[in-house]
Structures are given as C-alpha cells and as structure tokens.
C-alpha cells in the first residue's frame, strides 16, 4: 500500500518532474515519495519495525522508498 501510493504520487505529478533539472530529479522524486509516505499514518508500523529492532521510518529520508 505504502509503495503504491508513492508511485502513484510520482505519476500524478509526471508533468511536473519534467520541468525538474536533470541532477535534480532524483532528489525531487524523492520528495514526492517522502510526502506520501507521510499521508499515512504508519504509528503501528513504526511500532512493529521497533520491536523487530529495526530503523523507525523517520529516518528514512535520504531515499524515501528504500526503507519501506
């Protein structure tokens, strides 16, 4: 669920991204990921990666969708 609605974001503003500079793009495709992902509430995720002794979400900002 997470993932799709990250990629459905990057689709939704395709027009957009393609004003983006090209050594922007990546960094730009990261926000849009970042800020889906923050349009769900992941607390019980977060809460179960915890208990797994994993990294909480949060600091997943470098590159959004890798630590999904």
Known sequence: MLLSRAYSR????????LSVSPQRSSPARNLL???ALHRV?????????AALD???LGRKKA??????
């Open 10 to 17: 990057s689709k939704h503003h395709t027009q957009r991204m």
């Open 33 to 35: 990921h970042d800020l």
């Open 41 to 49: 509430d992941v607390r019980n995720l977060q809460m179960e990666l």
């Open 54 to 56: 994993h990294s909480p």
């Open 63 to 68: 590159y959004a969708l890798n630590g999904v």
